[in-house]
């Protein structure tokens, strides 16, 4: 430290006001609202405590398992829904392929009976 | 003083004041070494703590109780000068009065007028510098500056102070 920085620091050392300047802050106060605590001070102020800080910490970490459960889950039964879903379309689609051979089937039998019918009307 | 500031915040009026009586002495200084008048600096410095009361919800923790006082006590103090003065030049500084020995005991009050006669700027420089012995980072933070701004403000401030004294004394302090 050169001489100039330290005849600085004594300069310009910190000094007290006059003895009631603390009162007169204080009686100054009088005139004001006291201040207000909003839903985020509160919060804020509760993690100020170190034992609570760790249990809200714990409580969020135990909250976010629980939710990355409950999605995996949840996408789990999505998935479960859209098989079951491919299935009954499958299902539905071979009847009505079966079907249409059917149908196909007796449209071919019903056709010579229907020309002999109409030649013995005649 | 983590619990008065809670209580405090909580309506406490006995913490407030216990954070007053710990605080005072580094608002009133700051203003008084800026103004060089106690009577202002008092009044200033009550009108930081008021301030303080009004945005106590803000305050995070001891560490920004005391970033935050020190940055309104700054700002005060130069929208204080700005209403009052135009910007003083570096180089119209007035000197010092009277020859002067080494350890004179009026060397100190000495360097306070030159201090209080530097530009606002340069001399919240020095004030937080040599009497809150803040680093370079930590000046700039609270007075909104870049750091190098911070560096050449105080250099220029030093070098000045010590042309002036130099011209008073005969004998430069290096």
């Known amino acids: ?122 | 003083m983590e619990n008065a500031l809670a209580q405090a915040v909580r309506g406490d009026a006995g913490a407030f004041e216990s954070i007053v009586r710990e605080h005072q002495g580094m608002v009133f200084s700051l203003a008084y070494h800026f103004l060089h008048d106690r009577a202002l600096a008092e009044d200033m410095a009550q009108e930081v703590f008021l301030h303080l009361f009004r945005n106590l919800r803000s305050i995070q923790s001891p560490e920004h109780l005391m970033f935050w006082l020190r940055k309104v006590a700054s700002h005060r103090c130069i929208d204080h000068l700005r209403g009052q003065q135009p910007q003083t030049n570096m180089d119209d500084l007035p000197e010092p009065a009277g020859p002067t020995r080494e350890h004179d005991p009026l060397l100190e009050e000495r360097l306070r007028r030159l201090v209080a006669s530097l530009p606002e700027r340069a001399r919240l420089a020095v004030i937080l510098r040599y009497q809150e012995e803040l680093e370079y980072h930590e000046i700039a933070e609270v007075m909104e500056m870049p750091i190098n701004t911070v560096k050449s403000n105080l250099q220029r401030a030093l070098a000045v102070l010590r042309g002036k004294l130099a011209r008073c004394m005969g004998d430069v302090p290096a």
């Open chain 1, 1 to 122: 430290m050169n001489p100039l920085d330290h005849e600085l620091k004594n300069a310009l050392r910190r000094q007290e006001p006059s003895a009631d300047f603390a009162r007169r802050v204080m009686a100054g106060l009088q005139s004001e609202p006291a201040p207000r605590s909003g839903w985020i001070t509160v919060i804020r102020n509760l993690f100020r405590f170190p034992a609570l800080r760790w249990a809200m910490t714990a409580a969020l970490c135990a909250l976010l398992i629980v939710g990355v459960l409950a999605y995996r889950r949840h996408q789990q039964a999505v998935a479960q829904g859209e098989m079951a879903r491919a299935k009954v379309m499958l299902a539905l689609h071979i009847a009505s392929s079966k079907l249409n051979v059917a149908l196909r089937g007796v449209r071919r039998a019903d056709g010579p009976k229907k020309v002999q019918d109409a030649q013995r009307s005649e």
